[in-house]
């Protein structure tokens, strides 16, 4: 099993920043990929960003050039920098584990609000 849990959400003006964090813990081997979706108000939940166990990364077009996804795998944690958020941009984040061969994990998610 492993466990995901999320932190560095919250509200921020337009323009701005934050950092999302995402620490796994548990059997984190059995991850093939880790990355970020987000789930806007009323709206379906879609990919962020990803990052393969080889550091390889996905960005969904809407963030490219504003959002990083990074790993420091000695501590097995995911991060998200956002940087230029806009309104379109609040939505509660969720970490996610994809694995091969078994179900995603996810975590709890945290919310992000972008005021304009």
């Known amino acids: 099993q492993v466990r995901l849990v999320e932190s560095g959400g919250g509200l921020v003006q337009a323009g701005g920043s934050l950092r999302l964090s995402c620490a796994a813990s548990?059997?984190?081997?059995?991850?093939?990929?880790m990355g970020w979706f987000r789930q806007p108000p009323g709206k379906q939940r879609e990919l962020v960003a990803r990052?393969?166990?080889?550091?390889?990364?996905t960005y969904a077009d809407s963030v490219k050039g504003r959002f990083t996804i990074s790993a420091d795998n000695a501590k097995n944690t995911v991060y998200l920098q956002m940087r230029s958020l806009r309104p379109e941009d609040t939505a509660v984040y969720y970490c996610?584990?994809?694995?091969?061969?078994?179900?995603?994990?996810w975590g709890q998610g945290t919310q992000v609000t972008v005021s304009s």
């Open positions: 996610n584990g994809l694995r091969y061969h078994g179900p995603d994990y």
């Open positions: 548990g059997n984190t081997v059995s991850i093939n990929y």
């Open positions: 990052i393969s166990s080889s550091g390889s990364t």
